[in-house]
């Protein structure tokens, strides 16, 4: 098969069982049985999206057996050697892929345990790149192969995954506490592959390595250390395929729409604002803070001279630019910083605010 057509359309299929499978009513086999078919439907559409783009599927080996799952999803993310344009996907994306795929070979190969919570978040997200990548590769719409629906009727509803992860952390421990450890490793392992998949080379983990992931959880490590890459993707660091979900409204009162808080103008009818998730408004730890200003400038700066020039320039102690020890669970905290805050520290050292001047002047008050 060297049509790009035909892989499109075996992709489809694949997709299109998946998707039957997410919804069917009993869950015997059910976990397992999406995961491998959202793979599969992956695999193959992701073929054919080279193929159209003109890039090559194959060793020239002579032996002719097309690349697998983690290859083509870093050939649509990176491009073939001089092929820039069969790039498809983005960083996020692939790692989004790299996830589902670590997650099929666990539920395939082990024993592991994802919640429905996961399973709805990575289903949610592979149809957003499945959508995406056939409109822009092969100009067609994913609602021209299914139906146009909201949601499944079920007896739950889509999570945060914030609070996804608070809640799997949580069995975790108690599993460990009755002393369910062969339990709680198939839990962690869920974790681990999601944290992985946001590696660029997505490897899978080590019995050893999910042992050490249980033991700091146990000693209540700082969460944001165990799992960086996920909690940069949270906080807004890293983009994740757009799967945050938030539950709204409730069984009384009147129903809510949200309105995303940098889409709300003097023509959005709102009544009621609410921060629904701090790590959203304050996306930045302070070594991200300090890390994008470089970028911004192309010049080394520290940390240290960052505050003192927000303090200079009287941001530090303005709840738009930063707020202090935001909640991590499990009683860790870490200072969080706006975007806006990189554009203004910029702004005023081009404008001749001179970091070490401010670092002088500030430097007690900021760091004491």
């Known amino acids: 098969m060297s049509n790009p057509e035909d892989y499109k359309i075996s992709g489809i299929n694949s997709f299109r069982l998946a998707i039957e499978l997410f919804n069917r009513p009993y869950d015997e086999g059910r976990v397992e049985a999406v995961l491998i078919h959202l793979n599969h439907a992956f695999e193959m559409l992701l073929k054919g999206a080279i193929l159209k783009r003109e890039g090559q599927i194959r060793d020239e080996d002579g032996r002719g057996n097309t690349y697998g799952f983690e290859k083509c999803v870093n050939i649509c993310r990176y491009g073939q050697h001089e092929v820039t ?7 996020s994306e692939g790692a989004v892929l790299h996830t589902i795929n670590h997650q099929r070979d666990f539920a395939e190969h082990e024993q ?28 067609e719409q994913l609602s021209d192969y299914l139906p146009e629906r909201i949601l499944p009727l079920a007896t739950l509803m889509p999570v945060d995954i914030i609070d996804l992860i608070d809640e799997e952390i949580s ?12 339990s709680a490793r198939n839990r962690v392992k869920s974790l681990e592959s999601l944290e992985r998949g946001l590696d660029n080379e997505g490897r899978t983990p080590t019995q050893n ?16 250390r165990v799992f960086p890459r996920l909690f940069a993707a949270i906080s807004g660091e890293e983009d994740i395929g757009g799967g945050r979900r938030i539950q709204l409204g409730s069984d009384e009162g009147i129903p809510a729409t949200y309105v995303p808080q940098d ?15 701090l790590h959203d408004k304050y996306p930045l730890n302070p070594y991200q803070l300090r890390d ?6 192309g010049w080394d700066i ?28 499990e009683g860790d905290t870490r200072d969080g910083h706006s975007r806006k805050a990189v554009g203004r ?7 001749g605010v001179d970091p070490d001047e401010a670092w002088a002047k500030h430097g007690d008050e900021v760091w004491g």
């Not at 994008?292 to 400038?297: I, S, T």
């Open 209 to 224: 390595e999910m042992d050490e992931r249980l033991s700091e959880i146990v000693k209540e490590e700082n969460l944001e």
């Open 171 to 182: 069995t975790i421990e108690r599993l460990m506490e009755e002393g369910r450890v062969d």
């Open 85 to 91: 344009g069969v790039r498809c996907i983005s960083e």
């Open 263 to 277: 889409e709300i103008d003097e023509d959005t009818d709102v009544h009621l604002f609410t921060v629904k998730n």
């Open 292 to 297: 994008a200003v470089r970028d911004e400038l």
């Open 112 to 139: 592991v345990q994802i919640s429905e919570g996961q399973l709805y978040l990575q289903s949610r997200q592979g149809v957003d790149i499945f959508s995406k990548v056939l409109a822009d590769v092969f100009n």
């Open 345 to 351: 520290i910029v702004e005023a050292i081009e404008a």
């Open 302 to 329: 520290t940390w240290a001279r960052c505050l003192a020039v927000m303090k200079d320039i009287g941001i530090l102690d303005d709840s738009e630019y930063r707020r202090e020890d935001i909640s991590l669970g």
